[in-house]
């Protein structure tokens, strides 16, 4: 780690942030065996969570390494605590299940706002990473356990209940995990730390866009100058980066890929702002070069998706996060997210807009 220390925006743009280390490949079977006990518990959690940091997961390893990231699994939990959890947390699920299995169509014509969620999760299913084998098809069962777990989380969690990006969020563990209530408890988990981003007043969205201004203005003073002079200091623009943790920005595998890398919490808990300013440096000379206006920049971050080289993005993220130190965590508010939020009795906001 390096401490920040205050140099032009022309010197450290020489660094060219070659610093960032150079990407491993995944974690795989037999060296995730080396981080277990006898009994199965994970004897180094920063370890574990350095080598994904560097690395990420093999694919075949995800089912069981997300749920540890994710906080499902706690790393001191044996191989028998885990199936004891199984087994407890299935039933849980099943009982929370038909809570709305029960609602009879008499009971759901009075029962509006039930009508509503189920309305948006049935639209949003059939149109969530259907390109993708294990969705596409009509009479998809995996799209059927999609709905089924989001309307059983719109139970589970009453207040926030269901928002447009829930099912980007949702999608790729269900793939992971293959398995229905062990999906809905990480989702869970993924919601208690992501769930202030569909609140109806965007604070925890708010917050984060706040924070990516201050860490621009540190980082990249010309870029930060340029969008303030263009009215785009609100950084809308980067909205569904942050709201769905760039689903829509990558190829599946290389969403799975960074979200397993933005869970380790390795670095920064913040680590997705970081990767915001290194998109944005990447191409701050377009940006700027061409005079972007905020419908102009809007567009042209839009059209970004499916373009950004993630192993450039995250080596350059990293650098700035260790470039930024101290810096840059006093530059994000206490609570932000993915932070865990401060319970204080209203952690969530009804949130029925559509925000994608």
């Known amino acids: 780690m390096c401490a920040f220390v205050y140099v032009s925006f022309w010197q450290f743009d020489k660094l060219t942030l070659v610093w960032g280390k150079p990407r491993q490949p995944p974690l795989g079977s037999e060296e995730w065996t080396t981080f277990l006990d006898n009994e199965g518990r994970v004897m180094d959690s920063n370890a574990l969570r350095k080598r ?59 029962f509006t706002k039930f009508r509503e969620r189920k309305g948006l999760i049935d639209k949003d299913v059939v149109r969530t990473d259907r390109s993708v084998t294990f969705f596409d098809g009509d009479d998809n069962p ?10 059983t989380y719109s139970f589970y969690n009453f207040d926030l209940g269901y928002c447009q990006g829930m099912s980007d969020l949702l999608s790729p563990i269900l793939f992971v995990m293959e398995d229905e209530s062990q999906s809905f408890w990480c989702f869970v988990a993924l919601m208690e730390r992501l769930g202030p981003n569909f609140n109806r007043d965007q604070n925890g969205m708010h917050s984060q866009l706040f924070a990516l201004s201050k860490l621009v203005e ?4 010309p870029l930060h100058n340029y969008f303030k002079q263009n009215d785009c200091l609100n950084y809308f623009f980067c909205f569904r980066w942050v709201l769905i943790q760039f ?20 670095l920064s808990e913040h680590l ?9 440096k990447r191409y701050r000379n377009k940006i700027m070069g061409e005079q972007m206006d905020f419908d102009t920049l809007l567009k042209f971050i839009n059209e970004l998706s499916g373009r950004i080289d993630l192993d450039a993005i995250l080596r350059d993220a990293e650098a700035l996060c260790i470039c930024a130190g101290e810096n840059g965590a006093a530059s994000i508010p206490p609570g932000t997210p993915p932070s865990l939020p401060i319970d204080n009795g209203l952690l969530y906001s009804q949130q029925e807009d559509e925000v994608l």
């Open 52 to 110: 994904i940091f560097y690395g990420g997961v093999d694919h075949k390893l995800r089912r069981e390494v997300w749920a540890f990231l994710l906080g499902y699994y706690a790393y001191d939990s044996t191989y028998a605590e885990r199936e004891y959890l199984r087994c407890i947390k299935k039933s849980e699920y099943e009982n929370i299940k038909r809570q709305w299995q029960s609602i009879s169509p008499e009971q759901a014509r009075r």
């Open 142 to 151: 995996n799209v059927h356990l999609l709905r089924d777990i989001l309307l």
């Open 218 to 221: 540190l980082l990249d003073n």
């Open 247 to 266: 689903k829509r920005e990558f190829e599946y595998e290389k969403t799975m890929r960074l979200w397993e890398v933005l869970w380790t919490h390795y």
């Open 272 to 280: 997705h702002l970081y990767v915001c300013v290194a998109i944005l």
